[in-house]
């Protein structure tokens, strides 16, 4: 009796999470960037710092690899530091903290920085509140426009440089890109479908 009391207790918790559970509408958009490099994505409350990183990363369309930390009310957050790569300044440490912590005390922008040396700097705006069910993808993107620019690119400045050559036949860098980046690209290209096949891998 005792055990088929505290299963009821379990699953009737479960349920009152499951009701109070909330999902943030983030807009993520890459700084520098014109036209604008932009995602809208549907995130769990709790998610940690940690469990965000890969959302961001593959919502926009990067591969991964590089480094990243976050910026957030001036304080920075990332993985543990290494050896091999020493910080100048206090780090704290990415899985420690939920997103809902933050917004819960009135944060509603901050800064995602991937690749320390392409220094890929991105704005994320918490545009909204919504109510999850258990019925939708834990992490979702629901609109975007424009191609994430290929990794290893230089940067900004790299990239302008990389548009103006893939785009122009007739200029001296044209074939050389062409070869590097090994075919056509689109900057105006975006999935949504592509992208959510990839989000739904994500256990958030």
């Not at 100048?88 to 320390?116: A, Q």
């Amino acid at each position: 009796m005792a055990r088929r009391l505290a299963t009821s207790v379990g699953t009737a918790a479960r349920r009152v999470s499951s009701l109070n559970a909330l999902r943030y509408q983030l807009r993520i958009e890459l700084e520098h960037i014109r036209p604008a490099i932009w995602r809208r994505i549907l995130v769990p409350d709790n998610v940690t710092l940690a469990r965000l990183h890969p959302i961001l990363l593959w919502s926009m369309g990067w591969q991964g690899g590089h480094l990243h930390e976050y910026e957030i009310a001036r304080l920075r957050y990332g993985p543990p530091p290494e050896d091999e790569w020493p910080r100048s300044e206090p780090i704290h440490d990415e899985r420690r903290f939920r997103l809902n912590r933050f917004v819960d005390t009135g944060l509603r922008r901050f800064k995602y920085l991937y690749d320390f040396g392409d220094h890929w700097e991105h704005i994320v705006a918490v545009e909204d509140v919504h109510p999850r069910t258990a019925r939708t993808q834990a992490v979702i993107c629901v609109a975007g426009e424009n191609a994430c620019p290929p990794e290893d690119v230089g940067g900004p400045p790299g990239y302008l440089e990389f548009l103006a050559a893939i785009t122009d036949p007739t200029h001296e860098e044209h074939t050389n890109f062409s070869r590097w980046i090994g075919g056509p690209f689109d900057p105006t290209a975006f999935d949504l479908a592509e992208v959510n096949a990839r989000l739904a891998e994500i256990k958030a």
